[in-house]
């Protein structure tokens, strides 16, 4: 299908509004700019991109390959040229190497580097070759001509599960090694498809960079905790936990805290995306966050432990949630207390409620003062 000079194999044109629509939204956007993240989707300069592998699963290249409704992965190779990619490409060996070298040569200065997984740095970094070349070697002369630099998934962002303890080969995330280039952050295990190709719109459309956090995570997919948007999230608060899995509280979709939930420490935002595009994430199939998108939590604490939260029991004047008028609160991991506004707020009801009646003869008595004074 041919529509204004772009190839959507595949791909509707109402389809492929509706993605950038979102993609839009979810970038902090105004509405009034849909047509133009549009125009650079569609342009027909499409930046070549060299996406290299180190210590991973390649999850994050089939988190990508696997995405539809629409087919994301399509639009990504209609939208880009992917010049160079280990897992997706038909070369090999020297033709792969060559196909690599000619990007490198062509376009000096306007590819994208996308780097999929950690580098190792012990023993001059022989843990991972590719063509003779150590992964710090290949990261470090591919980084030095590209116009802007990926962390796509965990490994490539923070280290990841290869740099778990006791860390065998001294794996670090690109950033380590590349200290002085902005390198866009884009963590999780895998990530979600979307937060690539919005980024990918956000470079096309205004030629920089997304609005970042002080882990170099664009904003727009980073900025706020799941804990704020958790389905669960009244469970949490009503004092409503699980206690193991597979128990009754487990079953009637209670909060998954105290099986060592990290949500309330995890920014990202797989509640609101969800994944597979079958409207599905872990929490909402009964499993706890552990944190995939944060440096110091998953593959570095234990899925079990808690992390720490604000406010560890539910506020007073939640209602009871056991027959017997016991609450079900959260271990006491904090000594933290409501805060200032919730505080505010409980005062002021409470001086709301010393001025109502207590019984029906005080109301009665003072309905009778007020018609009294009229």
Known sequence: MLENGFFFAGISRRSFL???????????????????????????????????????????????????????????????????????????????????????????????????????????????KVAGKTAKDSLEEVAEHAAHIISIGTCASFGGVAAADPNPTQAVPASDVLKDRAVINIPGCPPSPYNLLSTILNLLTFNRLPELDKMNRPMFAYGRKIHEHCERRPHFDAGRFAEKFGDENHSEGYCLYKLGCKGPATFANCMTLKFNDVNVWPISVGHPCIGCTEPDLAFHMSIFDKVQIHNPTPPDHYPDTLDNGEKKGADPVTTAVIGGVAGAALGASAMVAKKLPNNLEDADKRNKELEDEE
């Open 18 to 128: 509706k993605t950038v629509t979102a993609a839009t939204a979810m970038m902090g956007l105004d509405f009034t700019m849909t047509a133009q993240v549009a125009e650079a989707a569609e342009s027909d300069s499409r930046p070549p991109v060299i996406w290299l592998h180190f210590q991973e699963c390649t999850g994050c290249s089939e988190s990508l390959i696997r995405a539809s409704h629409p087919d994301v992965a399509t639009l990504i190779l209609d939208m880009i040229s992917l010049d160079y990619h280990e897992t997706l490409m038909a070369g090999s060996g020297h033709q792969a190497e060559e196909a690599l070298h000619k990007t490198m040569e062509e376009y000096a200065g306007k590819y994208i580097l996308i780097v999929e997984g950690a580098v190792p740095l012990k023993d001059n970094g022989i843990y991972c």
